[in-house]
């Protein structure tokens, strides 16, 4: 989808204008309103439902553990996540459901993962 490729870009462009300190680049506005820096282009896609929810999911296919996304951009994208201008329950009900699968099947598996390294330098 076009639009993660937009974030990934917009991610860049914060980047290249924060190198002059050393704190990550954050998805939202530092000021009264704290909205997502990506509003805008949550805005243009929320109106089909279809096209929202194939872009939420393209975004939270990012955190999957083998998506190996910079940790700095997966701050980006959930503080935009956190920040997008929803108009409807479902829109963040959605969200959240789909992190608790992700974390249902990613959080065993790294559960399982710190079990066997623990018991390997036991």
Not at 34 to 55: D, E, K, W
Not at 76 to 100: R, S, V
């Amino acid at each position: 989808m076009k639009a993660v490729a937009g974030m990934k870009m917009s991610y860049q462009v914060q980047q290249a204008i924060n190198t002059c300190t050393k704190d990550p680049v954050r998805g939202f506005r530092h000021d009264e309103s704290s909205s997502a820096l990506c509003s805008h282009l949550y805005s243009m896609i929320r109106g089909n439902r279809q096209h929202r929810r194939a872009f939420l999911i393209s975004l939270l296919n990012l955190f999957d553990d083998t998506a190996k996304t910079e940790v700095n951009m997966l701050l980006y994208i959930a503080d935009n996540l956190a920040c997008f201008p929803y108009q409807t329950q479902e829109e963040p009900l959605f969200i959240m459901h789909h992190i608790d699968i992700t974390l249902s099947v990613s959080g065993s598996n790294l559960l399982q993962s710190f079990k066997e390294v623990c018991a390997f330098t036991i």
